[in-house]
C-alpha cells in the first residue's frame, strides 16, 4: 500500500528535477571552496591541517577493549602496561555449551561506546583511564582449536609472558603494593583475562603461582566447578574441563585453603558435592544467601574470607 503514495510522488518530482537539469546550476568550484573541500588543503598533510588527528568515534577504529591503546604483547616486547587485557579465546573443554571462543571478541564489541573521552562514572567517582596506570589491549593468544594440552600450555606460557614483564609505572600510582605479594619481591603487571570457558583458570593459577605462590580464589559463578572428574574419563588430559578446573588446581597446590564462590545456584549430585567442594578450600556462598544477606555483608564475609593473602578474582 506504500508503493502507490511514493511513486506518485517521484513522479511529481520529476518535472522539477528536468527544469533545473539544464540552467541555474550551481558551479562546482563555489561549491569546493564554501567550506566543504577547501583547495587550499593539499598534499599528505591535508587531513591534519584541517580537521586534526584522526580521532575514533565510539563505533569506529580498531577493535580493542574500551578504546584502548592496542599492542601484540607476546611478540612486542617492547610493550610497556601496568595492567594488561588479554584474550583467549578457548571453548574445546565444554561439556554443553561451545563458542565462548568468539567470547574475546564480543567483549571488546561490546565496549566500544566506553572511552575515555566522558570516561568518568558517577558511582566510582573517577575515570578509570585518568588514574597514572598504563592499560593496553594485547590482543588474543592464539590457541589451538584442536589440541587441548597444547591450548592450556599456550595459554600458561602466554600469561607468565606477561607477568615476568616490568610494570610501566613504578611507585604507588599504580595501586596496592602489590609487590609484597609477590615471591620476588617486585612489581608484575596485572591481567585482566577474557575468555574462553571456565577452563582457563586452570593455566592462569598454573602462572600466577609461580610468582605468589598459592592464592586465594573470589569465584563469582553459578557454579562449584570443583568437581574430580566427568563420567567417561579415561586419560589424564580428559580430566581437564571447565567443571574441574579447580579440583586439579587444589591437587597442584595453587590455591590457598581460603577461597569463597559466590552467587552459587546449580544442581548437585548431592551433599557429597558440598563436602567436595569445602575439602578443595572453597566457602560457599548461595544466590539466596545474596538475597537474604545483602551486599554489604556478602563484602564483608568474602574479605574476611581472604583475607591479606593474594587474590585471583573470577
Avoid at 561506546?113 to 566510582?124: D, K
Avoid at 548437585?268 to 555483608?297: H, P, W, Y
Wanted: overall charge negative.
Amino acid at each position: 500500500m506504500l508503493q502507490g503514495p511514493v511513486f506518485i510522488l517521484s513522479l511529481g518530482l520529476l518535472p522539477f528535477v528536468w527544469s533545473h537539469s539544464t540552467h541555474d546550476q550551481t558551479p562546482l568550484d563555489f561549491i569546493t571552496k564554501s567550506g566543504h573541500s577547501d583547495v587550499q588543503h593539499e598534499g599528505q598533510n591535508a587531513w591534519l591541517e584541517k580537521y586534526g588527528k584522526q580521532i575514533d568515534q565510539p563505533f569506529s577504529g580498531p577493535l580493542s577493549f574500551s578504546h584502548l591503546p592496542y599492542s601484540r604483547c607476546l611478540e612486542d616486547t617492547t610493550a610497556e602496561f601496568d595492567i594488561a587485557l588479554l584474550g583467549m579465546p578457548f571453548d574445546t573443554a565444554v561439556t554443553y555449551r561451545p563458542g565462548a571462543r568468539f567470547g574475546p571478541y564480543a567483549i571488546r564489541s561490546g565496549s566500544r561506546r566506553q572511552r575515555e573521552t566522558r570516561g568518568y562514572t558517577l558511582s566510582w567517582r573517577n575515570n578509570p583511564y585518568a588514574l597514572g596506570s598504563r592499560i593496553i589491549d594485547c590482543g588474543d593468544v592464539p590457541v589451538s582449536p584442536f589440541d587441548n594440552a597444547l591450548a592450556v600450555d599456550q595459554m600458561e606460557v602466554a600469561y607468565s609472558s606477561l607477568l615476568a614483564r616490568p610494570v610501566a609505572t613504578k611507585g604507588d600510582a599504580v595501586g596496592l603494593p602489590v609487590q609484597t605479594f609477590a615471591k620476588d619481591g617486585k612489581q608484575h603487571p596485572r591481567i585482566v583475562t577474557m575468555g574462553g570457558d571456565h577452563t582457563i583458570v586452570l593455566p592462569i593459577l598454573r602462572a600466577l603461582n609461580k610468582v605468589y605462590g598459592p592464592v586465594s580464589v573470589i569465584h563469582f559463578d553459578a557454579h562449584l566447578d570443583t568437581w574430580p572428574a566427568y563420567p567417561g574419563t579415561t586419560s589424564d588430559q580428559s580430566r581437564v574441563t571447565h567443571g574441574t578446573f579447580f579440583y586439579l588446581a587444589h591437587e597442584e597446590h595453587l590455591m590457598s585453603n581460603t577461597s569463597v564462590h559466590a552467587g552459587i545456584r546449580c544442581k548437585l549430585a548431592g551433599i557429597e558435592d558440598l563436602d567436595n567442594d569445602q575439602a578443595v578450600g572453597f566457602q560457599l556462598i548461595s544466590t539466596d544467601d545474596i538475597d537474604d544477606l545483602g551486599v554489604n555483608e556478602i563484602i564483608r564475609r568474602i574479605r574476611e574470607r581472604v583475607g591479606d593473602s593474594p587474590v585471583y578474582l573470577r
